[in-house]
Each structure stands twice: as structure tokens, then as C-alpha cells.
């Protein structure tokens, strides 16, 4: 299940960061290629214009251990939802 934000203070990153990854994966802006960072700018990169899938960062509590980090990165159609997705809110 998923838990309170901040329940696990303990996995803090170095920034006070909580909770980046093993909660909810994270619905992100850009579109999914696998092969976009082997292809892509090598410095900020913007992204496909479109395409089918959007990108999931982080894992969530029903993923495999090796897929529970903040530099994990799935795909899956935004018209999809579950309860292991969701999104960041930033400020």
C-alpha cells in the first residue's frame, strides 16, 4: 500500500528530499523513447514532441526491488491509472 508522505524520514536524500522513490511511481512530462538518452542532446534534454507512452520515474510499492530508485524510468499510455501512480507536486 502506499504510505503518508514523510513516513520514512530515514531515506532522506543529502537535499532533505523525502520520498522519491518506493511510494508512488511518478508520471512525468516527457514522452517515452528507450532509446532517447543513447540519442538525444547530451545536456538538458526537452524530449519527443509526442508519441504514445509517457514517461514513470521512480518505482513504486509493487515493483521489484530494482526497480525502486529515483533513476528507474518506465513507460506506460496516459490514459492508464492504478494506485502505484501518481504525480509530484513542485515548488
Known amino acids: 500500500m502506499t504510505a503518508l508522505i514523510g513516513s520514512f524520514v530515514a531515506g532522506a536524500s543529502s537535499n532533505g528530499a523525502l520520498d522519491m522513490a518506493g511510494n508512488v511511481s511518478e508520471w512525468v512530462q516527457d514522452w517515452y523513447d528507450g532509446k532517447y538518452y543513447q540519442n538525444g542532446p547530451p545536456r538538458n534534454p526537452r524530449g519527443l514532441e509526442g508519441g ?29 491509472w492504478g494506485y502505484s501512480v501518481g504525480f509530484r507536486c513542485a515548488q
Open 52 to 80: 504514445r507512452s509517457k514517461v514513470q520515474r521512480g518505482g513504486s510499492w509493487q515493483d521489484e526491488a530494482w526497480g525502486v530508485r529515483v533513476a528507474h524510468r518506465g513507460a506506460d499510455e496516459p490514459r492508464r
